[in-house]
Structure formats: C-alpha cells, structure tokens
C-alpha cells in the first residue's frame, strides 16, 4: 500500500517534471566523456537545493540514472568511458560499433539498464524497511564497527594498494574533523582561517574531486570519435536473447552484493562481466563484440547502485561517492536517513522509491529515441565543453553558501583530485571518510563515555570487524583488479 500510495504521488505532473528533467539533464551531462555519474551529480547538485525535499531528492535520483546511461553510450560510440563501471562496457560495446552494430549495442544497454533498474528499485520497496528496522537495534558500538567495516570495505575493493587506500580513509577523516568540536566548541585544525570553522562544506568538495579533477585528468585524453553507422536499432531474436539472459544473471548477482558497504558499481560490473565470460560456452567472443558483455556490464550498474540505496535509507551509510550527495541532500532538509526513515518521513520515502520506477521508465521512452542526438554530443570537441562544464562547477561551488571561499576550495581540491588520478590514488576511501568521518567519531566518543567494556558485551561490533578482515583478506586472495575505483 505504502508503494502504491508512493507511485501515485510520483505521477503528479510536479514530480514527473522533476524526474523527466532529472533523466535529460542526467543523460545530457552523462554522455559528454569524460564525466561519470559522481561527476555529473555533484555538478548538478547545487542547482538542486531550490526546490522542496521531495523534488530535490527524486531530481538527483533521477540524474544518476540518466548519467549512468550516458556513460554507456560515449563507451559504446566513442570509447571514451565516462566512469570505470562504463568500462567493462566499452571492451564488447565499441566492438560493435566497429562491427555497424552501435545500435544493437546501445539498445540492449538502455533495456539491461531498465529491467535492473525495475528489478532492484522492487528489492529497495521490499527490503528497505526491514533493515530499517533492523537498525533500531544499533547503538554506538554497533554504529563504530560498520562505519569502520564500511571504510575498510572500501580500502580493500578500492584497486590501488591497501597502503595507499588506508593513508586516503585516514586524510579523508582528517578533513572532516576541521572546524568546531561539538564536545569542546573548540576550533581544531583551522590554522585561523575564519571560513574553515564551520568545516569544509561537502559540495565544493565533491564538485572538486569529481566535477573538476574528471575535467581536468580528461583533457589529457583524447577519445576516438565515432566513423561508423549506428545502422540498426533494436538487436535480432538471438542477440536479445543472449542478452537478456545475462542480463538477468547479473541482475541477481549484483543485488545482492550491492548490499554490502564498499561494493559500487564499478565492482558489480566487474564481477558479473567476469563471471559471464568465465561461464560461457565461447568465451573467446568476450572482447570481440558479444551482446552478453554489453548486458552484464549494464545490468550489473544499474542493480549494484540501487541496492546501494538500501544501507542508505535503511542505515545512513552512503556506499559511495554518489550516496554521499544523496546523503548531503536529505541532511541539508535535516532529514537523517536511518532506522526512523520509513516512519517519520514514510511519504518522502516512498515517493523516492516509486520515482525510482517512473525514472527508469522515462529513461527507456526518453533515450532511445534521441540515440542520434547523443551521438553529436558525444563527438563534440572536448577542448570545447571542458571550460562549460568548469564554469558550472565554480557556478554550482559558489551557489552552496554564497562564497567565494567555496569556489577556492573546489579548485583547490579539483587539483587534489587531478594528482590523485594521475598518481594512481584512490578518491573512494577519501570521500567516505570524510562523509562517514563524524559518525564514527561521533559514536567512538559514546562508546568511551560509556566504558570501553562495551564492546566485549557487543557481538555485532565483533562480526563488523571479521567480516572487515575478511574483506580485506578476499580482496588479496582474489586479485581484485586495480581498475575498481567508482
């Protein structure tokens, strides 16, 4: 009832223009290359926080889903992946289009994308507030062993060296203890500067690290531009058929790992175009243009980022970049996701979740027709769209607080996240400890108020902490490749 209820609000002509305009602007930035889902949320999200929470919160959904198809569809046409998961897509998808197959290639992303898009927001209605209940039973010790098991997931799966990712989570936490301290009302780590006692704002932060550090690694690539006919749109019985059974195959393989703490999308795909290819009949055709890889690829996304809002609406824990806004967005209404979600804010809630249904379904009727247009988008010159998307940026900087401060700050870390791409380092780790960074201060200071003891009298905090060593000890057992950033 509670859905239904949520799906008739979602079709009003207000909250439908919120998730078509949502999907278009999501789609438009989504196919330039170079610019993922983070990206292109963190980009649009400042222009955003005019409207009512519920507008807010369905618009930026919405966006997500519309930039990760436009990842798929400048890695499909012009090779140019727009986040690593649209990576996996590119090895089959460009392929056909080498091959006159773009249009097959481009119409089973948008179907795989939908039927994973359908299937997981129908997992999120169904499990979404069981693990909200769930956490009601969580305390402090229990808050402190998933925020560290979540920042340890994160360090494990993050494709660059353990070492590496920790020292990442560790500066991340640093930044987020900057401003005043809520036990003493003493400033801690501003060095005088008056404007970093209330903290860096997490807007300019992400802005930075993904709107402008993505523009600027980008400018150092240049992408192939598309010389071959989309030719046909819709594949042959065969083709579909193939794909959507693996589609279907990844779809439940990646709902299910989306639950936990540090998987994200880029390792959902990963794992499902991996373990496509290790159970077909003729893997030699994985990388030279099977339709399978593209719907893995895709499916995998989609379903992996939607069970991702589960720890989020259910527990608070964003599981990625991405999450984090979304988790900024509902803070910034004082709405905490969390245990109480799905009883003080049940219309909010379930109006998120059946917007999840109509987006999917406006992406599916919105994209494949305008295949052409996205198509002249994406072989647009970048040196031409590069100084546009940085001007929104500084644009969408300013907009949070009114300051110049902001602005300086998002360049400042636009070139933190230019270094770190270039040298290889990890941006997950740094963003989640920087979101998550305050609640396991927060709930290491309850613990020790209480008595240290408590711990010992607390099995969930023990069982986070063994599945974190256990996380890191696969990661290493099964060589997680070094591409798995989000």
């Not at 980008?218 to 042959?236: A, C, F, Q, V, Y």
């Amino acid at each position: 009832m509670d859905l239904l209820n949520g799906l008739m609000l979602v079709m009003t002509p207000e909250y439908l223009a919120y998730s078509f305009v949502g999907c278009l602007l999501g789609t438009l930035v989504g196919v330039l290359p170079g610019v993922g889902a983070a990206s292109a949320v963190a980009i649009l999200f400042p222009f955003t926080t005019f409207l009512p929470p519920a507008g807010m919160i369905i618009t930026m959904a919405s966006i997500y889903y519309g930039a990760q198809y436009g990842g798929s569809t400048t890695a499909i046409l012009v090779n140019v992946p727009g986040e690593v998961s649209s990576m996996v897509t590119a090895v089959d998808g460009y392929e056909m289009t080498k091959q006159g197959k773009a249009g097959p290639a481009l119409a089973m992303a948008a179907i795989a994308s939908f039927l994973a898009g359908i299937v997981g927001a129908l997992m999120v209605a169904l499990i979404g507030p069981s693990v909200a209940r769930l956490a009601l039973f969580f305390g402090p010790a229990e808050y402190l062993g998933l925020g560290l098991f979540s920042l340890t997931a994160i360090a494990a799966l993050a494709g660059s060296s353990l070492l590496r990712a920790v020292l990442v989570a560790l500066f991340g936490m640093l930044l987020s203890s900057v401003g005043f301290d809520d036990s003493s009302g003493l400033p801690r780590l501003t060095f005088g500067v008056t404007p970093l006692l209330q903290g860096f704002d997490l807007v300019p932060v992400m802005i930075g690290l993904f709107g402008v550090g993505e523009v600027l690694s980008s400018l150092r690539e240049e992408g192939t531009l598309i010389t071959n006919k989309i030719g046909k749109l819709m594949p042959n019985r065969e083709e579909m058929r193939a794909g959507l059974a693996a589609a279907s195959r990844a779809t439940g393989i990646s709902l299910i790992l989306g639950l936990l703490p540090g998987m994200m999308p880029s390792i959902g795909s990963f794992l499902s175009y991996s373990i496509e290819r290790y159970q077909s009949r003729t893997p030699q055709r994985f990388g030279r243009g099977a339709i399978e890889g593209v719907a893995s690829s895709e499916a995998a996304n989609n379903a992996t980022a939607m069970a991702n809002l589960i720890p989020l609406l259910g527990l608070g824990i964003p599981t990625g970049p991405t999450m984090a806004l979304m988790l900024a967005a509902f803070t910034l209404y004082g709405i905490v996701p969390g245990p109480l979600l799905f009883t003080q804010q049940a219309t909010l809630v379930w109006t998120l979740i059946g917007s999840f249904f109509i987006g999917n379904i406006i992406l599916l009727i919105l994209n494949l027709p305008l295949v052409g247009l996205w198509v002249r988008l994406s072989t647009i010159p970048y040196p031409i769209m590069a100084p546009i998307i940085l001007a929104i940026c500084m644009v969408g900087a300013y907009s949070t607080r009114n300051s110049m401060f902001d602005v300086w700050i998002c360049v400042l870390f636009g070139a933190l996240g230019w270094t770190m791409r270039v040298r290889g380092w990890p941006l997950a780790p740094l963003v989640l400890a920087f979101v998550l960074g305050p609640m396991i201060e927060r709930a290491a200071r309850q613990v020790i108020a209480v008595s240290p003891d408590l711990l010992l009298h607390r099995p969930a905090f023990w069982l986070f902490i063994a599945l974190g060593i256990l996380v890191i000890w696969a990661s290493h057992r099964f060589a997680v490749r070094g591409e798995l950033t989000d």
